[in-house]
């Protein structure tokens, strides 16, 4: 099983549901256009630690890259993620749509799985080639 990278197209904040200011929600929109070939059922995508930030090389994980949008020189710690409302399209007519599963947590960076429905369906295979619309995923985060 190989871990291949995602192009982080966006990290939107979202909320701050604990009301603290300690607890922050982002919404990664991300694709794998640039390079990155995922075969479903045998790959790891992995957001953050390699690949791109709206379309510059990076190998900052993905906490970094919260952190860098939030300019209040606080530390991000990923706590959970979880998929978005809206999958990935791939590029066709009426190409597949995508959705991450899987999501995990480790070391500043998330990493997922690629199906064809938000929760079951089928392993998706994708190519480098422009993907439609880009898949996301919301992040729990504390900033301290």
């Not at 059922?41 to 953050?48: H, I």
């Not at 930030?53 to 979880?82: C, E, F, P, Y």
């Not at 064809?116 to 992040?139: K, M």
């Amino acid at each position: 099983m190989a871990t291949k990278y995602a192009n982080i197209k966006g990290i939107a904040e979202v909320d701050d549901p604990t009301g603290t200011g300690l607890g922050f929600c982002y919404r990664v929109t991300f694709d794998c256009v640039g390079g990155t070939v995922y075969t479903g059922g045998s790959d790891t995508l992995s957001l953050g630690g390699g690949g791109t930030d709206q379309g510059v090389t990076t190998s900052a994980t993905l906490a970094t890259l919260i952190q860098n949008r939030r300019r209040d020189n606080k530390t991000v710690t990923i706590q959970q993620a979880m998929s978005g409302p809206a999958g990935g399209q791939a590029a066709a007519t009426n190409g597949p749509l995508i959705y991450t599963q899987s999501n995990t947590v480790s070391a500043g960076n998330v990493t997922c799985n690629l199906f064809s429905a938000a929760t079951s369906g089928s392993a998706i295979t994708t190519t480098s080639a422009a993907w439609d619309r880009a898949a996301s995923l919301y992040v729990f985060c504390t900033a301290v």
